[in-house]
């Protein structure tokens, strides 16, 4: 959340941030700003509202510069607007800082500052770090960055210019991602790839505590208190198209659409027919830990989570170890129980969640083995796990994730397939399972191919509804979850998802002619059990859309609508009833004329608790 961009080189600094700022505008798009050292100020501008009017607001001013900053916002301390929009700067402009995260002990640093004579613009936490810094300029910057450093408590990227050290930005992360991009006689620094990948794949990932003096020809990297270090410069095989839209209107579908592909791409290489088995080379050295764990842990935020409810169920009952699934904001301030032989997984598609992280290192407090289901290459999550499998998605832009969804679901039927058969199934049980997995990505692209113009339809009947209902039952209750969530998160109309027989207990008052209520209603070992449920929402007028199977022609006699998916596996089917879930949010968005890409309020990877 919150994008940070400074560029430090022979060309003129504006282009690369402000084409930094919009390929970044998805972590956050409140306000944004820029600040640019000039020969002898620093050039600040900064607006609330979306680069867009960032980039209009100093289009026609003739400026030049080598050094610069740039931020993107989603607001934490403070209302979207100009004042408390970064760059923030010191009392006599000649320090200016970007940052990402949280600083906890704000108020007690600015009473400080404050009392030293210090005078603050904006209600914002981030701006006690110029005026930290002010304070303790002795002459040597990064000396009095490393001060500041010290006396701030909370979360940190940030990134500064400044007038009395003219060829130089300075660069320092604690729990916020910062990235270093090394071209030619050129550095980049963002808080993630996307601002990177045009100029350079040569990258230098920032570690907690380390402060970095960045010149237009030299990197210079400090731990906080550990003197000097010497960091990796890794290659990024990140490509452009990737991260662009390709003639989609919104990220969101194009990310829907690629779901065939990156199907194909969590599963490639990993099952072993012979064997009826899956290979997961990156747990390789904790697969009998897994094998003999006497509970697992999943640990998840948001969608992240969802999937993590459908491992659940695809572990018990393939591989029949115990497992629970904890929100990482609660499992971080409970006293989780972790024995000997609990193992814990994290999922997240960023790797940057800062409750999943900090779940992840509350685990590892106590002991546990921790292993990552992640999406993000070289991600904090991705490098703190004692093992994990990457799901292989790509870079997902749209803020409601979608692929990665899918990725994380597939990554689960492939552990539960490799821990079932280390535990009870067969090997002709395990190619079965194998046979119906490598269906999927034909499937969903058969569905992809004739679904869309139904589900406008649907989207077209259905937009100005106020709420909804989603309804599903064993593997399909977190569907109906993910459903609930995405047209929310989009669509801004209420939505519920339920286990469709709980509804009896509460939400059936809700129900009446204007509820629309999605169920998924496939034929798996509970249908007849969904049924009743359905008959149960008719009786009150309810209006059913289902989700239902292939075939199953009887469907169409109790409910309004029905959309049909292949049949699979019953553990398999999230990986098709989603779909359909995930394009009637996206429709209903788009037919309301809201910006899919970019739903108020949110942003995507949430660094802040
Ligand atoms: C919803 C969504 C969020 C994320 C959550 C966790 O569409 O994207 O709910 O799933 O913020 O993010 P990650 O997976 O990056 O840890």
Avoid at 192 to 210: F, H, P, Q, R, W
Avoid at 289 to 318: P, V
Avoid at 417 to 424: A, D, E, I, K, P
Avoid at 485 to 507: F, N, Q, R, T, V
Wanted: net charge neutral; with cysteine.
């Amino acid at each position: 959340m919150c994008g940070i961009v400074g560029y430090i080189g022979k060309n003129n600094a504006v282009k690369p941030l402000i084409d930094g700022l919009y390929r970044l505008e998805y972590r956050g798009y409140d306000s944004a700003g820029i600040a640019l050292l000039t020969q002898d100020n620093i050039f600040l501008k900064k607006v609330a509202g979306r680069v867009n009017e960032l980039d209009k607001a100093i289009r026609n001013e003739p400026l030049q510069s080598h050094i610069g900053i740039a931020h993107t916002r989603w607001a934490t301390h403070g209302v979207p607007n100009d004042i408390n929009a970064h760059p923030h700067t010191d009392c006599k402009n000649q320090i200016a800082v970007v940052h990402n995260g949280i600083i906890e002990n704000f108020r007690t640093l600015k009473q400080f500052l404050v009392k030293k004579g210090h005078k603050f613009q904006s209600e914002t936490d981030s701006e006690v770090i110029p005026h930290l810094i002010e304070e303790f300029y002795d002459g040597d910057l990064m000396a009095a960055v490393r001060k500041a450093c010290s006396y701030i408590k909370g979360t940190y990227g940030f990134v500064i210019i400044s007038l009395a050290s003219p060829g130089y930005i300075i660069a320092s992360r604690m729990g916020s991602p910062l990235v270093i991009g090394r071209g030619k006689g050129e550095y980049i620094v963002a808080s993630d790839l996307a601002a990177i990948i045009s100029y350079t794949n040569e990258v230098i990932y920032l570690k907690d505590g380390d402060i970095a003096e960045i010149s237009s020809d030299h990197l210079r990297v400090e731990g906080c208190e550990s003197g000097m270090v010497f960091p990796e410069i890794e290659k990024v095989n990140l490509t452009l198209e990737q991260i662009e839209r390709r003639g989609y209107k919104h990220f969101m579908l194009k990310e829907i659409y690629e779901q065939p592909i990156i199907l194909r791409d969590t599963i490639r290489g990993r099952l072993n027919y012979e064997d009826g088995i899956a290979r997961l080379n990156g747990i390789s050295n904790y697969i009998e830990d897994l094998r003999d764990a006497d509970r697992i842990i999943i640990i998840a935020c948001g969608t992240s989570w969802h999937a993590g409810l459908i491992g659940e169920y695809m572990i018990e009952s393939l591989a029949e170890i115990p497992v629970e699934v904890e929100y990482g904001s609660e499992f971080r301030y409970r006293r989780p129980v972790l024995k000997k032989g609990t193992i814990c997984i994290v999922v997240s598609q960023s790797g940057e969640t800062a409750d999943t992280l900090a779940a992840l290192r509350e685990a590892k407090r106590h002991g546990a083995t921790v292993l990552g289901i992640c999406n993000v290459v070289g991600s904090s999550i991705a490098r703190e796990t004692d093992a994990g499998i990457y799901i292989h998605a790509g870079p997902e832009i749209g803020v409601a994730s979608t692929k990665a969804f899918m990725g994380q679901i597939m990554t689960f039927a492939l552990l539960s397939l490799l821990l079932g058969r280390l535990r009870r199934l067969s090997v002709d049980e395990g190619r079965d399972i194998i046979n119906a997995i490598e269906k999927i990505p034909d499937q969903l692209q058969s569905l992809l191919d004739k679904l869309p113009d139904k589900i406008k339809k649907l989207a077209r009947t259905f937009k100005d509804h106020r709420n909804f209902l989603y309804l599903g039952r064993g593997y399909n209750f977190p569907v109906a979850l993910e459903g609930a969530l995405k047209l929310k998160e989009i669509s801004y109309i209420h939505a519920e998802g339920y286990p469709a027989a709980e509804m009896k207990h509460g939400p059936i008052a809700l129900i009446d002619k204007n509820m629309p209520v999605v169920v998924i209603a496939i034929k798996d070992a509970i249908y007849d059990k969904v049924i009743s449920n359905i008959e149960e929402i008719r009786a009150r007028q309810g209006i059913v859309i289902a989700v239902g199977s292939e075939g199953d022609t009887q469907l169409k006699k109790y409910v309004d609508y029905v959309i049909y998916v292949p049949e699979t596996m019953d553990h398999l089917y999230p990986l098709l009833t989603i779909l359909p879930l995930q394009l009637l949010a996206y429709y209903i968005a788009d037919y309301r004329g809201l910006d899919v890409d970019k739903p108020r309020n949110l942003a995507k990877s949430v660094t802040v608790e």
